[in-house]
T-cell receptor, first 111, second 114 residues
Framework: SQQGEEDPQALSIQEGENATMNCSYK?????LQWYRQNSGRGLVHLIL?????REKHSGRLRVTLDTSKKSSSLLITASRAADTASYFC???????????FGQGTRLTINP | NAGVTQTPKFQVLKTGQSMTLQCAQD?????MSWYRQDPGMGLRLIHY???????DQGEVPNGYNVSRSTTEDFPLRLLSAAPSQTSVYFC?????????????FGEGSRLTVL
């Protein structure tokens, strides 16, 4: 069974707006990661946040982690057409042997 | 560097046929894994390996075999293909132990079983 669940399943916004995607998970984690997948391509790693961290930034990306609520959010600021893709959260359990993915959020940026 | 290379990119099989999906990485990563991606299901882990000679099962291992004789290669074998195995398969590797670090993905192998 899948560990992470993303919300919303699909999101459509105007270029320049901010996009927020959420991920909830069920069990204790070692880390949580976010990936992007362009249509027909492999996944690309965006950011990793460890269980003892609360927030990380990378360029226009901001990730938060709330282990008490077992949830994470990915914020993309000042969105661009090139940000159109599917975004997945993935969690690694305590032993960090496996990375389990959610079902993803499909983000569309309208020009 | 080529990164993670998967072959073939596309394959059509008939039910009952066998085949091997190849995965090779040139980054000297110890950890390698196979996922399948189906519409609305996200990615599901099939098998993974933490080093040469060591493999373990993921969420959906039935119908698939793996072996890891070298650090570079991690082939996925379908012994008797079924229509339920129609999917896009992704191989991924990591420089860290297990899933403690980021995964590097191949471009995928699209398999259709008739």
């Amino acid at each position: 069974s899948q560990q992470g669940e993303e919300d919303p399943q699909a999101l459509s916004i105007q270029e320049g707006e901010n996009a927020t995607m959420n991920c909830s998970y069920k069990t204790s984690i070692n880390n949580l990661q976010w990936y992007r997948q362009n249509s027909g391509r492999g996944l690309v790693h965006l950011i990793l946040i460890r269980s003892n961290e609360r927030e990380k930034h990378s360029g226009r990306l901001r990730v938060t982690l709330d282990t008490s609520k077992k949830s994470s959010s990915l914020l993309i600021t000042a969105s661009r057409a090139a940000d159109t893709a599917s975004y997945f959260c993935a969690t690694a359990g305590r032993g960090a042997q496996k990375l389990v993915f959610g079902q993803g959020t499909r983000l569309t940026i309208n020009p | 560097n080529a990164g993670v290379t998967q072959t073939p990119k596309f394959q059509v099989l008939k039910t009952g046929q066998s085949m091997t999906l190849q995965c090779a990485q040139d980054m000297n990563h110890e950890y390698m894994s196979w996922y399948r991606q189906d519409p609305g299901m996200g990615l599901r882990l099939i098998h993974y390996s933490v080093g040469a000679g060591i493999t373990d099962q993921g969420e959906v291992p039935n119908g698939y075999n793996v072996s890891r004789s070298t650090t570079e290669d991690f082939p996925l074998r379908l012994l008797s293909a079924a229509p339920s195995q129609t999917s896009v398969y992704f191989c991924a590797s990591s420089y860290s132990r297990g899933a403690a670090g980021e995964l590097f993905f191949g471009e995928g192998s699209r398999l259709t079983v008739l």
